[in-house]
Structure formats: structure tokens, C-alpha cells
């Protein structure tokens, strides 16, 4: 078992900037991915970004290209997701989740393949 816990988010106002983490405890010593989702209201929760187990695998959603960042930091078991030039449609619960395994690129991208999920960061952007 692993449990994933997101910090980060906040309110902030268009064109500012947010770092969202997500640190892992428990069952860690197991390559996954991690991958970042986000849920709008009344929406269905879609794929914004993952990073593969050692970091040399990403894939982004095309609405937070060249906008967000993913990344990782083995040694504290934690990811991360920057996100610069915030717009108000990035607002939302903000989750993490994680997928075993040593996939890569479109495959991360799965949302059924992941099978442990955090409570979720809100972010809220102002316009």
C-alpha cells in the first residue's frame, strides 16, 4: 500500500504561478509513475501531466503545455507539478495517483491504470 498526499494549491490570481507536491509514504520501493489530475466541478477528472519512475518519461495534457512542469525526486519520494501563467480554467481539485510499473509516454496517460489516489489540492485562479 502506498498513500499519496498533494499540497500546494491555493487561490491566486491569472499569470501567477503554483508548485504542487505529492509525497509518498508506505509501499515505495516499487517503480511507478506518477501522474497529476485535475476535477473541475461537474466535470469529469482528466489527465494533466505524468512523469515516468526515474524521470526521463513525461506527458502533458495539451491545454497546460509549455505551462506546467512535472517532476520528481526519488530520494523523498515526492513529484511535482509547477505550473506557471495560471489561467482561471485551471481551476480545480488537484490530484495525484499512482501507476506501477516502468510504462512510458501515452501509456501514462491512462487514467484507469492508476490504482492509489490522493485527496486532492485545490488551486482557484481568479480572473
Known amino acids: 500500500q502506498v498513500r499519496l498526499v498533494e499540497s500546494g494549491g491555493g487561490l491566486v490570481q491569472a499569470g501567477d504561478s503554483l508548485r504542487l507536491s505529492c509525497a509518498a509514504s508506505?509501499?515505495?520501493?516499487?517503480?511507478?509513475?506518477v501522474g497529476w489530475f485535475r476535477q473541475a466541478p461537474g466535470k469529469e477528472r482528466a489527465f494533466v501531466a505524468a512523469?515516468?519512475?526515474?524521470?526521463?518519461?513525461?506527458l502533458y495534457a495539451d491545454s497546460v503545455k509549455g505551462r506546467f512542469t512535472i517532476s520528481r525526486d526519488n530520494a523523498k519520494n515526492t513529484a511535482y507539478l509547477q505550473m506557471n501563467s495560471l489561467k482561471p480554467e485551471d481551476t480545480a481539485l488537484y490530484y495525484c495517483?499512482?501507476?506501477?510499473?516502468?510504462?512510458?509516454?501515452?501509456?501514462?496517460?491512462?487514467?484507469?491504470?492508476?490504482?492509489?489516489w490522493g485527496q486532492g489540492t485545490q488551486v482557484t485562479v481568479s480572473s
Open positions: 508506505g509501499r515505495t520501493d516499487v517503480s511507478y509513475a
Open positions: 512523469i515516468g519512475w526515474d524521470g526521463s518519461s513525461t
Open positions: 495517483a499512482r501507476q506501477l510499473g516502468r510504462t512510458r509516454g501515452s501509456a501514462m496517460g491512462v487514467k484507469k491504470s492508476y490504482d492509489s
